[in-house]
């Protein structure tokens, strides 16, 4: 599907870009977003790349993920069924989506590129994404979260009364668009279209001979789960420096959520004035030096190799990031022609009408049509409506809910799937704009119950 959709970006921006004489910025805007996707988005996710695989392989070797993947072992077999239970693939999705709800965009997506080579390590069919990919991918363009900070960030800035009222209406949006998300990908994955071929034959085994040495980088020369069944138990004095830790951030936590219980002053407005807003912003904030410090110290007194570990796993950044980059290139480029041409302004005017008659706000369409394609975008739009209509109207506060409840799903998939040269993407796509849509719709509705 992506080949007709990509094809027909490239096509419609270059007619529509002619039509209204702007094909000067259509051929402008693909080089800019060529550039934009190696030098912006493709290079420096190096780095971050290198630091959370490398925390990630800790947390491996410690058999931490393992212990993840046990606790919701059986959310995630009914997920994912086609995944083993002590797949390491499983904890490493769980982890993307707690990074994910805690709105830790820097840990999230490279946590989420090492699910899906996890899950690509389990393809018979490389090439062509897996149930497991599509669902994983569909669960992740619901954008699920539980404080879309961005969001209440422009509210803020625009002296919004309230900038957080719309924490409820967007975990309610996003609680939609994550079971329309797994709902569609259960359903596409039984139709005859989508059903996968026979995987090809496993190639004969070996004449006998020697054994010969396992290749350095094979990803079998360790095997995570089964490692850390065999690690050393932790001594008295380590379970002593973990806790001594652990009731640290517990400390840090009671600072940050509750600072009037250790005598210190509230903050005084923002969004930390409610109390649950404070609990998330709390955890949001020591989540990551949480996991910088206690993991490595965890795998420290299971006797891993610490520092060796993590170079292994940190190497693995500058793969993936080198991988992506056709893809980004791909995508991006088509989008920004798309949106240069004049494409999204052309078919918001031919929709409005069957939107007003519907009852859904014509003045959010630009941003309900952006949001799939760019988050910059999408942004932008959102500015705009929030100084056109004022932060606290329902317009307003509808777009934020959507901005908090729905994903850049061509970006996710052209990013996930590059990772691991998937291009046969199956009913991906449909699940991921199923759920965009479920979200947007979800927002409007309780938006209007909530706000009036």
């Known amino acids: 599907m992506l080949n007709y959709i990509w094809l027909g970006l490239v096509l419609l921006a270059v007619v529509v870009g002619g039509c209204t004489d702007h094909l000067k910025d259509v051929a402008d805007k693909s080089f800019e977003m060529a550039e934009f996707a190696v030098m912006k988005i493709s290079l420096p996710l190096v780095g971050i790349m290198a630091l959370w695989l490398g925390i990630m392989r800790l947390a491996e070797r410690a058999g931490l993920v393992a212990l993840l993947a046990r606790l919701l072992r059986p959310l995630m077999v009914w997920l994912f069924p086609d995944v083993p239970h002590d797949h390491p693939a499983m904890g490493s999705m769980l982890m993307n989506m707690a990074a994910s709800i805690l709105?830790?965009?820097?840990?999230?997506?490279?946590?989420?590129?090492?699910?899906m080579k996890d899950l690509e390590s389990l393809n018979p069919r490389p090439g062509t994404a897996t149930n497991a990919m599509c669902t994983y991918?569909?669960?992740?363009?619901?954008?699920?979260?539980?404080?879309?900070?961005?969001?209440?960030?422009?509210?803020?800035?625009?002296?919004?009364?309230?900038?957080?009222?719309?924490?409820?209406?967007?975990?309610?949006?996003?609680?939609c668009a994550a079971i329309a998300a797994v709902t569609a990908a259960k359903f596409f994955q039984r139709l005859p279209i989508y059903r996968l071929p026979p995987a090809a034959a496993p190639s004969p085994a070996p004449a006998p001979g020697?054994?010969?040495?396992?290749?350095?980088?094979?990803?079998?020369?360790?095997s995570p789960v089964k490692e850390a069944v065999g690690l050393a138990p932790l001594q008295w004095w380590g379970i002593l420096g973990v806790a001594a830790f652990l009731l640290f951030f517990l400390y840090m936590f009671v600072?940050?959520?509750?600072?009037?219980?250790?005598?210190?002053?509230?903050?005084?407005g923002g969004p930390t004035q409610n109390n649950f807003i404070r609990i998330v912003d709390a955890v949001s904030k020591l989540s990551i030096p949480f996991m910088l410090s206690v993991f490595p110290l965890y795998a420290a007194l299971r006797h891993v190799k610490v520092y060796e570990e993590f170079v292994d796993g940190?190497?693995?950044?500058?793969d993936v990031a080198?991988?992506?980059?056709?893809?980004?290139?791909?995508?991006?480029?088509?989008?920004?022609?798309?949106?240069?041409?004049?494409?999204?302004?052309?078919?918001?005017?031919?929709?409005?009408?069957?939107?007003?008659?519907?009852?859904?706000?014509?003045?959010?369409?630009?941003?309900?049509?952006?949001?799939?394609?760019?988050?910059?975008g999408t942004l932008g739009l959102f500015a705009e409506l929030v100084k056109q209509y004022g932060p606290d109207s329902l317009i307003s506060r509808m777009g934020g809910t959507i901005f908090g409840s729905t994903e850049t799903t061509f970006y996710v998939l052209a990013v996930y799937f590059g990772s691991v040269g998937v291009k046969r993407t199956r009913y991906a796509l449909p699940a991921g704009l199923v759920a965009d849509t479920a979200g947007v719709i979800a927002s409007v509705i309780f938006c209007r119950l909530v706000f009036g």
Do not use: H, W
């Not at 020697?210 to 360790?222: L, V």
């Not at 600072?255 to 210190?264: I, N, S």
């Not at 940190?314 to 500058?318: I, L």
């Open 322 to 376: 080198l991988r992506i980059i056709p893809y980004l290139v791909a995508i991006l480029v088509a989008m920004g022609m798309f949106r240069a041409a004049g494409c999204i302004d052309l078919i918001s005017k031919l929709l409005e009408p069957a939107m007003n008659a519907i009852g859904f706000p014509s003045p959010l369409l630009p941003m309900v049509l952006m949001r799939p394609l760019s988050g910059s």
């Open 103 to 115: 709105g830790l965009g820097n840990a999230a997506t490279p946590l989420g590129l090492r699910a």
């Open 255 to 268: 600072r940050l959520a509750f600072p009037e219980t250790l005598g210190l002053p509230a903050p005084s």
């Open 314 to 318: 940190a190497r693995e950044g500058y």
């Open 137 to 175: 991918l569909a669960i992740n363009t619901s954008s699920i979260q539980l404080i879309p900070a961005t969001a209440i960030a422009i509210l803020a800035a625009n002296k919004s009364n309230n900038p957080t009222a719309i924490v409820g209406t967007s975990i309610m949006a996003t609680t």
């Open 210 to 222: 020697p054994a010969k040495p396992a290749a350095a980088n094979s990803t079998d020369d360790k």
